[in-house]
T-cell receptor
């Protein structure tokens, strides 16, 4: 069965600093992997996705993620965070239904 | 074009009452999903419709939950005899087809509060 683990429940980062959110997945075949962001009171927005090919994928809002099969990981990164990046971030793996990690809440301090 | 819409946006109901939540998927999308987001359980899959195939109900938490999709478009999630643990945000998503390679587009959700 597919599953996702996000080890970090909450991360606080200073504005302008780099951000990395961890995601580990379990899936029997080549996974389809996603990162979603949910701002307070908002719906889920897709940041980026990995299906195949280049293991470094670029997304919206300056985010990128790297797929590492050997580590079963799909970590999300941003070189310099903005206050507007404060949100909850979900990693997900999909066969047809999405299986989400528990989410990581990011707080950005000025 | 229009995205996934859900109604109502908020619903407060008394324990024991039945509720119906509606989802209008993106036109032309054959796959429709219901998820639930709650404090204790995070984001969890409930049910999946793909075209005329039998739905995957494997995520429904109890037999009080049911869903239907009429005409391959609009879907209604029904919760009978609501309990306080049903309080959550219910999210609907649709995709062009029900394959992992197709992005799921989410609606804004219905926040259900059972008092």
């Amino acid at each position: 069965a597919q599953s996702v683990t996000q080890p970090d429940i909450h991360i606080t980062v200073s504005e302008g600093a780099s951000l990395e959110l961890r995601c580990n997945y379990s899936y029997g075949a080549t996974p389809y992997l996603f990162w979603y962001v949910q701002s307070p009171g908002q719906g889920l927005q897709l940041l980026l996705k990995y299906f195949s090919g280049d293991t470094l994928v670029q997304g919206i809002k300056g985010f990128e993620a790297e797929f590492k099969r050997s580590q079963s990981s799909f970590n999300l990164r941003k070189p310099s965070v903005h206050w507007s990046d404060a949100a909850e971030y979900f990693c997900a793996v999909v066969a047809y239904k999405l299986s989400f990690g528990a989410g990581t809440t990011v707080t950005v301090r000025a | 074009g229009a995205g996934v819409s859900q109604s109502p946006s908020n619903k407060v109901t008394e324990k024991g009452k039945d509720v119906e939540l509606r989802c209008d998927p993106i036109s032309g999308h054959t796959a429709l999903y219901w998820y639930r987001q709650s404090l204790g359980q995070g984001l969890e899959f409930l049910i999946y419709f793909q075209g005329n195939s039998a739905p995957d109900k494997s995520g429904l938490p109890s037999d009080r939950f049911s869903a239907e999709r009429t005409g391959g478009s609009v879907s209604t999630l029904t919760i009978q005899r609501t309990q306080q643990e049903d309080s959550a945000v219910y999210l609907c998503a649709s995709s062009l087809v029900g394959s992992g390679s197709y992005e799921q587009y989410f609606g804004p959700g219905t926040r259900l509060t059972v008092t």
